[in-house]
């Protein structure tokens, strides 16, 4: 009989098998976790560079077709384009380019002037080749993504020498 009270360790053994599979339940939670946000990150970093080259390519034939819609004109021409004002959940600017400050980006061979996009939130960058003729303004400068206004001011009518900026759009 006293052996049957002295060998009490079975109570122990089912605490610990408990304890055992909170403590792995717990660090495989963890480890699911931090992989899910490890995958939610590098989506939101692809869809926002997918958004900004898409806005890009809008925005560079955009440009083109003022570009080809002033020449032989001595006025200036303005179009008004309208992109969404975030990709991906953030922010973003352009900045039209000559072709000596575009980066390494697809398409681009130094020769060509580029639209950078930057989104703010994502810290992702895109440059998109743009084909021009006119030469890019002092004035163009760095806009915030949405209305974008496009000038082209000639007083000649030759391409060679006007010139095309964007501005923020004013809605």
Known sequence: MRDRFH???????????????????????TML???GGTLLENQKEKS?????????ERLSDELSNVDQAAIGTNDEVTATADHPRTVAGSSYTVE???????????????????????ATD???VVYVPVKIDAEID???????GGTIEI???????DPTTSEISIHGGTR
């Open 96 to 118: 039209l380019l000559p072709a000596s400050e575009c980066g390494d980006g697809r398409f681009l061979d130094g020769s060509t002037e580029c639209l950078k996009l930057t």
């Open 138 to 144: 002092d004035d163009s400068k760095t806009v915030p």
């Open 151 to 157: 000038r082209h001011r000639s007083d000649t009518g």
């Open 122 to 124: 994502a810290d992702t």
């Open 7 to 29: 060998r009490a360790d079975r109570g122990v053994s089912i605490t610990v098998t408990h304890a055992l599979t909170i403590a792995i339940t717990t660090v495989l939670i």
């Open 33 to 35: 976790l931090m992989a």
């Open 48 to 56: 926002a560079r997918l958004s900004l080259e898409t806005v890009g």
